[in-house]
Structures are given as structure tokens and as C-alpha cells.
Nanobody, 118 residues
Framework: QVQLVESGGGLVQPGGSLRLSCAAS????????MGWYRQAPGKQRELVAR???????NYAGSVTGRFTISRDNAKSTVLLQMNSLKSEDTAVYYC????????????WGQGTQVTVSS
């Protein structure tokens, strides 16, 4: 029903910035809650940021003030602007889509690696 493809990951120095993009395809995409999750080695996958169909956002405490999630429904994309990056942000970042009317309808991208290192 929904396919997600992430891009924009890479290597960046501490304090630097990176923008991740998620290209989505499928039906009724504007109605889905979209999110970014990340998973670092040896840790569980965690929510980074989420944005609803009404553009309500929420963030993990560790990224609040540094990351910004946004969506462009005309382009069927969701972005994650990451500023003031820290080594602790190093992880594989995954795009996520969830149907509010049925949370079992959850879709994941393949992930993109973000490495913050000097």
C-alpha cells in the first residue's frame, strides 16, 4: 500500500547539519502519520520525530530544538532537518508511515546511515 525510500544520510562532523528525505508512494498518504526512527548499534529502535496529517509534531527529548520534521504533501515527501549533530546521533534512520485509523497498517523504509564523527 505504501512504499518509503530514504535518502540524504552520510558522514558529518559534530556540530554539522544533514537533511534526510523520505519519498513516499501509495494512496491517501496525506492522511498518514509520518515519522523518523533511528537505531544505533546495540540499541533498540527509537522514535526521533513524528508529524501528523494536521502537521502536529513531536520529538524525542534528545533531539528537541535540534531536529525539525516537515512534510510536503504535494511532493509526497517528509524531511528531517538535523542541526547541531552529535556523535550520539549516529544511527540508521528509518522513515515510517502509520495509518491513524488502523495502527497495524505500518510501513518502513529501508533506512539510511547517518554517522557523526570527526
Amino acid at each position: 500500500q505504501v512504499q518509503l525510500v530514504e535518502s540524504g544520510g552520510g558522514l558529518v562532523q559534530p556540530g554539522g547539519s544533514l537533511r534526510l528525505s523520505c519519498a513516499a508512494s501509495g494512496s491517501f498518504l496525506r492522511l498518514y502519520t509520518m515519522g523518523w526512527y533511528r537505531q544505533a548499534p546495540g540499541k533498540q529502535r527509537e522514535l526521533v520525530a513524528r508529524i501528523t496529517s494536521r502537521n502536529i509534531t513531536n520529538y524525542a527529548g534528545s533531539v528537541t530544538g535540534r531536529f525539525t520534521i516537515s512534510r510536503d504533501n504535494a511532493k509526497s515527501t517528509v524531511l528531517l532537518q538535523m542541526n547541531s549533530l552529535k556523535s550520539e546521533d549516529t544511527a540508521v534512520y528509518y522513515c515510517n508511515a502509520e495509518a491513524p485509523w488502523n495502527p497495524t497498517m505500518t510501513y518502513w523504509g529501508q533506512g539510511t546511515q547517518v554517522t557523526v564523527s570527526s
